[in-house]
């Protein structure tokens, strides 16, 4: 079992910056993929970004890319998501996640990750 536990949201005002976290325990998933999902009422989370635990090329959803940023501390067991000049459509409830990928590559698709997080609610003001 992984746990993930999300913090940092907020209400904010559009152009503003927010850094969400994510604190990892449990069994070992130095094989696993972080990432960051978002979610409206009524519609099916979206994928906003992910990073392998073990290092290498991250990957972003169209809409967040050049604004957001995921990163990882191996010594403090947490996924970061830098968020730079938030717009209204940013409003969401954020999830944390995990799993272990299928291949050399990030997962996009919510149901391939087995491990969420209680989620952190992002409000993004006009």
């Known amino acids: 079992q992984v746990q993930l536990v999300e913090s940092g949201g907020g209400l904010v005002q559009a152009g503003d910056s927010l850094r969400l976290s994510c604190a990892v325990s449990?069994?070992?998933?130095?094989?696993?993929?972080m990432g960051w999902f978002r979610q409206v009422p009524r519609k099916e989370p979206e994928f906003v970004a992910g990073?392998?635990?073990?290092?290498?090329?991250?990957r972003y959803g169209d809409s967040v890319k050049g604004r957001f940023t995921i990163s990882r501390d191996m010594d403090k067991n947490t996924v970061y998501l830098e968020m730079n000049n938030l717009k209204p459509e940013d409003t969401a409830v954020y999830y944390c996640?995990?799993?272990?990928?299928?291949?050399?590559?990030?997962?996009?698709?919510?149901?391939?990750?087995?491990?969420w997080g209680q989620g952190t609610q992002v409000t993004v003001s006009s």
């Open positions: 990073i392998p635990w073990s290092g290498g090329s991250t």
């Open positions: 449990g069994r070992t998933f130095s094989s696993y993929v």
């Open positions: 996640v995990a799993d272990r990928p299928p291949g050399p590559w990030i997962m996009v698709v919510p149901s391939q990750y087995d491990y």
